[in-house]
C-alpha cells in the first residue's frame, strides 16, 4: 500500500462493538453497539461519568481486551472480530498503537531518555537509532533537558511528556489515552491536553483521549459522549 493510500486510511473504526459481562441474571451489558471513524491527524475527546463504557471501548480498541461483538480496524487493517483476532494483537500494538494512562508508569530505575528508548529496542530497533529518535522526541515535547533524569526528579506534567514520547517512540497511527490529565492541575492539565493536538495535526497520529476533564475541551476536533454503553 502507498504512503498517499495509507494517509486516506481512518486511524480507527469500529462496527457494532459490544462487550457483555457474565450470563443470565449476571449479564452486564458495558457496551452497546459502538460505531467509530476517527481519522488520522484527528484528536478526540471521549467524556462521560463513570461507569459509562469509556474504559470498555478503549481497551477494546487498544487489543487488550476483545469486545464480545462487532469488529475494528486500525490504519485500514481489520484486527478484530469480535473475540477472534485477525492479526497477532500483541506485534499489532507494538507496531500500530501508543498508550498514555492516568499515571505516567514510568520505569523508576530507568532515566527519561531509558524510558523512551526502551520501548524501540524491544521493537529491534538498533540504540543507536532509538537513542536519536529519543532525543528527537523529548526535544519536541519539550523536555530533552530533562532526558538524564530519573522519573522522581520530574514532576508530574513532565512525566507525562516522557510519557507521551514513549507513546510515540514507534510511529503509531493512534494515541488511546485514558484519563492522562486526572492527576495534574489545570495548567499542567491543559498542556498535555495540548501536546495530543500537536502530536494529531503535526504528526499525523490520531489521538483518542477519554477524560472527565471539561475545561480544555477546545483543544480537541470532536468530542463523543458515552453513556450507559452507548456513543451519543
Do not use: C, W
Not at 507521551?164 to 484519563?179: S, T
Amino acid at each position: 500500500m502507498t504512503s498517499e493510500a495509507l494517509a486516506d486510511m481512518p486511524a480507527v473504526e469500529t462496527s457494532g462493538l459490544t462487550k457483555v459481562y457474565g450470563t443470565g441474571n449476571t449479564e452486564v451489558v458495558a457496551m452497546k453497539n459502538v460505531t467509530l471513524r476517527v481519522a488520522r491527524g484527528e484528536v478526540v475527546a471521549l467524556l462521560g461519568p463513570s461507569g459509562a463504557g469509556k474504559s470498555t471501548l478503549l481497551t477494546a480498541i487498544g487489543l487488550v481486551n476483545p469486545p464480545t461483538a462487532g469488529r475494528v480496524a486500525i490504519v485500514g487493517q481489520p484486527v478484530l472480530d469480535g473475540e477472534r483476532a485477525l492479526v497477532d494483537l500483541r506485534a499489532f500494538r507494538r507496531r500500530h498503537l501508543g498508550f498514555v494512562f492516568q499515571k505516567a508508569n514510568l520505569i523508576p530505575f530507568l532515566t527519561a531518555a531509558e524510558n523512551v528508548q526502551i520501548a524501540m529496542e524491544i521493537n529491534d530497533m538498533s540504540p543507536r537509532a532509538a537513542r536519536h529518535r529519543t532525543m528527537e522526541l523529548l526535544g519536541y515535547l519539550g523536555v530533552a533537558d530533562r532526558a538524564s533524569h530519573y522519573p522522581d526528579a520530574l514532576s508530574g506534567g513532565q512525566q507525562q511528556r516522557v510519557a507521551v514520547a514513549r507513546a510515540l517512540a514507534n510511529h503509531p497511527g493512534l494515541i488511546l489515552a485514558d484519563e492522562p490529565t486526572a492527576a495534574l492541575d489545570s495548567m499542567r492539565g491543559r498542556q498535555v491536553m495540548e501536546l495530543f493536538r500537536k502530536v494529531a495535526h503535526e504528526r499525523g497520529a490520531a489521538a483518542l483521549v477519554v477524560t472527565h476533564d471539561h475545561r480544555a475541551l477546545d483543544v480537541f476536533d470532536r468530542t463523543y459522549e458515552m453513556e450507559d454503553g452507548q456513543l451519543r
